[in-house]
């Protein structure tokens, strides 16, 4: 323990930083970070001597944030994000002012959640290709050296890499091989034999958002092959760091709801964007009269359960218990296309991958999938049994079957994916035999609109109803329903962003210009705290 206090003081917390485990883990400008990195590579620790050795991930990432940023963390043994319950011990250790509080703090843990001291514990951590990653990994592995943590280092990895190398590890290669090779030949072979007698509709061009999917999916293609996977990338500089995120990737098609500057156009042709650490993917295509569509993560969620009822019926599994998780964000066409249309439940939760991937749970199979990209599919241990057993009753039927068993290799079932999901609607795509056009008319989104609002304190904006209402600050809420009342099929919200210091706003309605109206409204009322 003396270690931990003498390794400790090389990593000191800044005077009045107060740091929360938001949305995605600890996530703000990469300077302040150092103080976070070595307590969180404590708290793996404990975490892994909690759950009887077994492996504990770290990643070090900022995901779509701007480049100055980076951020770090945990993940659990089955590849999920850190148990909700253990947020506020990670707070607790980030927010100890000194090292003697920190020791305390340490072994107030080991009390509270009745850890063994004996038990050993394992770690394993990646980070993506921000230029702060590698000295806020070296505070990590002091932690870890300081603890006596065992703990092994996988280098530049993409976010769901990572979690997928954690599972495997701990299901003792029962979910595949816990390396990169590994990944890239269970999800490769998955899609070569979707793919059999198929083909994609012309090349794919990928906006990699100059992070860490660039190359990791030139790896993932070679393997591939050329003769079976078709594409071309743009935005795939990792080595000018201020390029990252900063003009393209995924979260730039959501909210500026345009081509990334520079892109090649061809229009009817499919483009795609991943995020900094290729957790999110976007679709978008320029039809033949040059306007832009959006293809988000509802789009792409409604394409794999429509897709997965198929193949489901056409292998004669009947009663598979299919449902789809969405947030807030979700534009209300595609909620009512997925329960009107498509005929299946929905459940809607707060933003946050932690709580979409929880209520995905509650079905054979949860479809899980937010707005701005980031979303997987979840096969429950009983549904992948009844799939491994079921007796094909026709050559189509075994056809089917096949697809549906190659599918639940495919899909990185740890967590959103951009890789992995990007191959899905490759497959669903050329099974299909559609453009993005066809597969954007399947349902017309209402005109939606994301803006980023800066504000004093976001804390003071708390939710409910899944964040759809504030309760503070008092009376904004009236105001906001007040402003919706006036709209068409209008809906709108505000909510406190959990990864930057901001406030986001969404809005929907009828037309483009009033939904745009709206936004600024809503921003505007926002504005004033
Ligand atoms: C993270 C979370 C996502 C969330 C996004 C934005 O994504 O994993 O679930 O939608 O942040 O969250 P917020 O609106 O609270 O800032 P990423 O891709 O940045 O890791």
Known sequence: MAGIVEASAQHPKPEGALFSYGTAGFRMKANLLDSVMFRVGLLAGLRSKRLGGQTIGVMVTASHNVPEDNGVKLVDPMGEMLEASWEQYATLLANST?????????????????????????????????ESGPALVQSLVDALNAAGTKSQDYGILTTPQLHYVVRCINTKGAYGEPTE???????????????????QNGPITIDAANGVGAPKMKKLAEYIGKDHFDYKIINDDVDTPSKLNHNCGADYIKTQQRMPPGTPVQPGARYASFDGDADRLMYFYIDFDNTFHMLDGDKIATLAASFIGDLARASGLNGLRIGVVQTAYANGASTAYIQKSLQLPTICTPTGVKHLHHAALKYDCGVYFEANGHGTVLFSPACLSTIASHE????????????????????NQTVGDALSDLLMVEVILAH????????????????NRLVRVEVNDRTIFQTTDAERKLVSPEGLQERIDALVGKYKLGRAFARASGTENAVRVYSESQTRGETDELAMKVRDLVAQF
């Open 181 to 199: 090779e590994g990944y890239y030949r269970k999800i490769g072979d998955a899609y070569r034999v979707l793919m059999k007698g198929k083909h």
């Open 392 to 411: 094909a009753q026709s050559p189509a039927q075994k056809t089917a079957l096949d697809s549906l068993q190659a599918l639940t290799d495919l899909i």
């Open 432 to 447: 299909k035999g559609w453009s993005p056009k066809e597969w954007d008319s399947t349902y017309t989104d209402l005109p």
């Open 98 to 130: 000194t090292d003697e509080e920190l020791l305390e703090n340490y072994e107030l843990v080991f009390k509270k959640a009745n850890i063994r001291a004996d038990v050993p514990a394992n770690v394993v951590y990646a980070r993506d290709t921000r």
